[in-house]
């Protein structure tokens, strides 16, 4: 393949794409997918930092576009900032695990966001948001592992590129001004994954800043700006080189048989408000928490890939005394105690469990050891009884989870009939004739 292909497959993707070529379970998989990244920024909403972020970027009165369980609107570019750090601030929306990146936090905040201003209808927005989904998604398998070893945030990074196809969908961008937006990305693209890899994540920020990066790229292509190169993605100082380090990605990852098998069917979503990586052991620490008493226990541990381990157990000095709700959304002896405990791992529990006592006393019980076949977690009671639940993989949320995850995060903010009405448009997305319709639902009665 030339350079330059790479660039003209996914715009030619971007600019071709009809929604009845997508297959029903595909179609279904994004409903879900929106939903629930609607949900978790309406949960977010309700979070002290996340009003502090709100009232640092002020708002417009008379902007377009809502900024999700606000009272407020702003403009296109600040609001779909504004509603990607709502999405992913609590680390919550949905994942693609060998992509390595989330792709709703940034594709739902840039296509929702600016359709409100241009009014598109729901079709419009289905199509759109799976198009960028599907671009994220396709970059990050390219080169899977390898942005996060070079210290980059794959969604933030790719989430502009991503972001640019979708909204120049929307704007019905031709072939050549597709190609100038997705070049423009290019340089626009950001984020280093020091946050995440210190377990100090500060609130979805980074989401939020590549939607808005990626409206303004086709924003300017629109207007007729002209790319940068034609091979900005795959040239020799173009994204992936640069990014992923050289020669380090594969081109077929993204270009073969792109419109016709969708990698967005392969999205996890979760149960927890913690890194997918933590989800198995929590898991199998809920499995134990019918079987073992909390007072029961005398000693804990627990089984994963060093590279977890490395992560979200070291240094244990700090990860076993949390100081906040992200500290402890970081830290396996925290979330294995809460498991135990409680037998779940809700937002709630992470913000007011921190400092509980039998928490606490259960920290210095766990101790880990690498495995990298398995995730297991072992509890011995007191009398010398083990009992041990093993979780060999990932397993997907079902569908009666998520509504209920939904529910228990849009509800408290924007009401359970308003809620309902949300999840009765989305399941109807294709049909639905103004976006705006389900927007206004999103706004929040609180001032």
């Known amino acids: 393949m030339k350079n330059g292909e790479i660039s003209l497959a996914l715009s030619n993707f971007a600019v071709n794409a009809k929604l009845r070529d997508i297959p029903d379970r595909v179609l279904e998989r994004a409903k879900v997918s929106i939903l629930d990244g609607i949900g978790t920024a309406l949960l977010t909403s309700r979070l002290v930092r996340a009003n502090q972020i709100v009232e640092a970027l002020g708002y417009d009165e008379h902007g377009e576009s809502t900024i999700w369980g606000f009272k407020r609107k702003s403009s296109t570019r600040t609001a779909a900032l504004l509603n990607g750090m709502l999405v992913e601030g609590l680390d919550y929306s949905d994942v693609h695990p060998r992509a390595g990146l989330h792709p709703t936090s940034v594709i739902l905040p840039a296509t929702l966001t600016f359709s409100e201003q241009v009014n598109a209808s729901g079709k419009e927005v289905l199509l759109s948001y799976l198009i960028g989904c599907e671009a994220m998604i396709r970059i990050g398998l390219s080169a899977s592992g390898k942005f996060h070893l070079r210290g980059f945030q794959p969604t933030s990074i790719v989430g502009v590129l991503g972001a640019a196809l979708c909204v120049g969908r929307i704007m019905k961008l031709e072939h050549e001004k597709m190609i100038n937006a997705l070049s423009m990305a290019t340089s626009l693209a950001f984020g280093s994954s020091l946050s995440v890899r210190v377990g100090a994540y500060y609130g979805g920020i980074d989401s939020g800043r590549a939607a808005e990066s990626g409206i303004l790229a086709a924003m300017l292509a629109d207007h007729g700006l002209p790319g940068i190169t034609e091979d900005s993605l795959e040239g020799k100082f173009g994204f992936l080189n640069t990014y992923a380090g ?45 079987k073992v008493g909390y007072s029961e226990i005398a000693r804990v541990r627990y089984g994963d890939k060093l590279e977890n ?42 913000s007011d ?33 083990p009992h041990k639940e093993v979780v060999s993989s990932l397993i997907q949320t079902d569908d009666k989870k998520l509504r209920k995850k939904y529910y228990e995060n849009a509800e408290p903010s924007i009401g359970r009939k308003n809620a309902e009405k949300v999840e009765e448009l989305i399941r109807d997305l294709e049909r639905v004739k103004s976006i705006r319709s389900l927007t206004k639902l999103l706004l929040s009665p609180k001032l």
């Open 246 to 290: 050289e020669g380090n990605f594969q081109r077929k990852s993204i270009v073969d048989s792109l419109g016709q098998k969708w990698s967005m069917s392969d999205v996890f979503l979760k149960r927890y408000p913690i890194s997918y990586a933590c989800h198995q052991v929590v898991d199998a620490a809920i499995r134990l928490h019918s």
């Open 309 to 350: 381990i490395r992560l979200f157990a070291e240094p244990s000095s700090s990860k076993k005394r949390p100081a906040n709700m992200y500290d402890a959304k970081t830290s396996t002896y925290f979330l294995i105690a809460l498991a135990l405990a409680y037998g779940d791992v809700t937002s709630k529990f992470l």
């Open 353 to 385: 469990k921190v400092r509980e006592k039998k928490i606490l006393q259960l920290f210095d019980k766990v101790q880990y050891e690498p495995d990298e076949m398995d995730v297991w977690v072992e509890a011995d009671k007191k009398n010398g009884t």
